[in-house]
Each structure stands twice: as structure tokens, then as C-alpha cells.
């Protein structure tokens, strides 16, 4: 049994206590030690990139720099290192790209690196409760390596507020969504990506087989298509964003409710650990 297979068992066959587990091989590291670290892993990058070109698949350039990384004899490297999420009999597992001595990278092999990529990033860190990770993108003409630092070894995740101000339970159904958006939160923690929060609480109401609808869109009764909602209770849709300035985006969701027909949307906004919860209506 591969080191990889015999991670993903062992998370998977042993009773899981904690909403988040992984292997405890991920480390918070000096910027002396990491500037150690890195200086080997970009120049294995580079090797990488020189060698195969910039067009392989992902997983490809993963392979060879564990490989390059384990022929060197001095470090301590994984690949596909499973992070499992969950909260009941919710089920999330995470596949993390390469550790080197404790120290996270995210492979890409991309024309450009974007803000989502970063995202991802910042969501594994803070998971893990990392102080840093380093983004590699072997598409570009050069391989780009993007560090980010992050807060999650000196803040506690789970000090989350909950504000219910402008919201209206429209239904139990309504109610238990909300209170499951809450537990969630308060078990994993903030500052993690909206589509987690989303798809435990798509699990928890059914699946997408209960909630995703694909619902008209009429302007002055002329139906020009069709959008993508989640359905919580009748005619009562929900979103889950991770907005930082949420007005823009509360203007657009009001302007495309005039058009389905839902009467209401029932919208979670967790930012950082800090939760919002609005109804908006007709």
C-alpha cells in the first residue's frame, strides 16, 4: 500500500472525533527555514518546466517534483494529502497537492493564476491553521510562484458573530437551514470558502436532487431562458456567499429575483467568521 493509500485509510477507517482531520504532518515554519525549503522547491520547478514543457497536465509536474524532491534525500514529501471535513454523517475530503517538510504548495498548470486560485489556497490553510502557503503555476512562460501569508496560526476561527437582523423565517424549513449555516460555522470555524458551507447545507436539506431547480427567467412575460436556483421551502430560494462588501452583490440578487419566479431568497454571507443572514423579498 502506497504512503497515499494507507493516509486516505487510515482518516477514513479510524472513528473521526473532530470536524477536521488530516495527518499531522503540516507545520508553521521560520521565514529562515521556509526560505531553505523554498529555494530547493523553485529550483526544482524550474527543472520541472525546462524539461517537460508548460502544457503537461497538473498531476504530471506534481509527480516529477516529488520525484525530483525524494531523489535528494532531505525531505519529507507527499502528494495528494487527503483533509476531510465534516459534521455529522457530512463528508467533505480535500486532495492537497505537495508537502514539503510540512510547508504547503498548490500546483497549477494555467495560463495565469487568479484570485481564485488563491482562494483555494487560503481555505486549505485554513484548515490546516497555516501561516503560509506558496501557489506554483507551470503554464505560464516562466513557472510562477505566488507565496501568500495567512493569520490562522494566531487567531481562533471558531470566535464567529451571527447577525439575524434582517432576516424573516419564512418557514421551518427556513429556520433549520439557518440554524444548520450557524453550526456549521461555529464546528469548522470562518474564513473558509462559501462552496463548503453551500454543499453541506444542500446535503443536509436532501441533496441537489431536493433543492437545485432550473427555474425561468421572464422580462415582461418573455421568457429569454433559464436560471440555476436552490430551493429551501416552496417558492423560497437560498445563496451562500463569502463576501467581503456584500451591497453590490444583495442589489444584483434583488434585480434577478424580479425576474425568476421565488418569491423570496433566504441569503448567508459568512465573511471571515462573521456570519450575516438576510431575507430578501418581492
Not at 441533496?207 to 433559464?226: K, M, S, T
Amino acid at each position: 500500500m502506497s504512503p497515499k493509500e494507507l493516509l486516505v485509510r487510515t482518516l477514513l477507517e479510524e472513528e473521526i472525533s473532530m470536524p477536521i482531520e488530516y495527518p499531522r504532518i503540516f507545520r508553521n515554519v521560520s521565514d529562515a527555514e521556509f526560505a531553505d525549503i523554498d529555494r530547493v522547491v523553485m529550483g526544482c520547478a524550474f527543472a520541472s518546466q525546462n524539461e517537460l514543457g508548460r502544457v503537461c497536465e497538473e498531476r504530471v509536474y506534481e509527480n516529477d517534483m516529488a520525484a525530483r524532491l525524494r531523489a535528494m534525500g532531505k525531505f519529507d514529501i507527499h502528494t495528494q494529502v487527503p483533509v476531510i471535513v465534516s459534521h455529522g454523517t457530512f463528508r467533505k475530503m480535500y486532495k492537497l497537492d505537495l508537502i514539503v517538510n510540512g510547508v504547503l504548495y498548490e500546483l497549477k498548470a494555467l495560463a495565469m493564476l487568479t484570485s481564485v486560485h488563491e482562494a483555494q489556497g487560503f481555505n486549505y490553510s485554513a484548515l490546516l491553521e497555516l501561516d503560509r502557503f506558496k501557489l506554483l503555476n507551470f503554464g505560464s512562460a516562466i513557472v510562477e510562484g505566488r507565496l501568500k501569508r495567512c493569520p490562522f496560526a494566531r487567531l481562533d476561527r471558531r470566535e464567529v458573530t451571527i447577525s439575524r437582523g434582517r432576516w424573516k423565517p419564512m418557514s421551518a424549513k427556513c429556520e433549520s437551514l439557518i440554524q444548520q449555516a450557524e453550526e456549521f460555522l461555529r464546528d469548522w470555524g470562518g474564513f473558509l470558502e462559501a462552496a463548503l458551507y453551500m454543499e453541506s447545507l444542500l446535503f443536509w436539506n436532501g441533496g441537489e436532487e431536493a433543492c437545485a431547480r432550473r427555474v425561468p427567467v421572464y422580462r415582461d412575460n418573455i421568457q429569454l431562458g433559464h436560471h440555476n436556483v436552490n430551493i429551501i421551502a416552496d417558492d423560497i430560494a437560498f445563496e451562500v456567499t463569502a463576501l467581503e462588501n456584500p451591497e453590490a452583490y444583495e442589489a444584483q440578487l434583488c434585480r434577478l429575483m424580479q425576474l425568476l419566479p421565488i418569491r423570496a431568497w433566504q441569503w448567508i454571507n459568512i465573511y471571515h467568521a462573521n456570519m450575516t443572514v438576510v431575507t430578501l423579498r418581492k
